[in-house]
């Protein structure tokens, strides 16, 4: 909520914040303190999105690029980024708050923009994953959007499968479904038939708004979801 991003040294206890007032150094202060998603790389530099973008931390240096002037990801500076995700191939998938989803693929050094010209579904990104086919789900205010291996689009809303526009949080299970929180139900969305199953109050959820992307599948199995009542 505009505290910008806190690094937790685990032998010492104690937090060190980054933020729009940090100055150390060499290194320069964060353009915003708004920070919606972070992604651990595989090279172990830290992916954060932000209000004006991209940034990109080390976490042994604590030096950062937020990309201003970089050939291809410049183009998503200063957009208001909310989501991040990484596929199994490496490639860094980023949603927007009414800007659609971009594609980086680091290997061609691409960027390939996904937008309602090209079909997707207009509206805030709440949650990015991608199902075992390597089928990337986005969550968005204004429903569903499935972007296939061929790069083509299908999208669900409450014309075609969803209780609500609103989805907010996405997570795949051990059988390889989609679980999606809609609003005040919860969807489970199987790839292989391309149809939902619905979970309601009726059976047992509050009924209480779900929050943004506040999801998490443990490893026993079991899906936590967050909402506006916890």
């Avoid at 980054?18 to 150094?25: E, K, P, V």
Wanted: with cysteine; aromatic share 12%.
């Amino acid at each position: 909520n505009g505290g910008g991003m806190g690094f937790l040294n685990q032998a010492t206890g104690k937090f060190t914040i980054f933020s729009r007032n940090t100055y150390d150094g060499a290194m320069r202060r964060f353009s915003n303190n708004f920070v919606d998603d972070l992604q651990r790389g595989p090279d172990g530099t830290i992916w954060m999105s932000t209000y004006t973008g991209l940034i990109q931390f080390n976490i042994t240096t604590y030096k950062y690029d937020e990309f201003a002037d970089h050939p291809v990801l410049k183009a998503a500076h200063q957009k208001s980024l909310s989501r991040i995700f990484t596929d199994k191939s490496g490639k860094l998938w980023l949603g927007f708050n009414n800007d659609g989803v971009y594609c980086y693929d680091k290997t061609k050094n691409e960027l390939k923009l996904f937008s309602t010209e090209e079909g997707l579904l207009k509206g805030d990104v709440n949650a990015l994953d991608a199902d075992d086919n390597g089928n990337i789900y986005v969550a968005t205010t204004k429903g569903l959007s499935i972007i296939d291996k061929k790069e083509k689009i299908k999208n669900y809303t409450t014309e075609n499968g969803l209780k609500y526009e609103d989805c907010m949080a996405l997570l795949k299970d051990k059988e390889g479904n989609i679980w999606i929180s809609n609003r005040n139900c919860i969807l489970k969305f199987s790839p292989a038939t391309q149809t939902f199953s619905y979970y309601d109050e009726s059976a047992g959820l509050t009924g209480e708004n779900f929050s943004s992307n506040a999801a998490h599948a443990a490893a026993n199995g079991l899906l936590y979801w967050g909402t506006e009542k916890g």
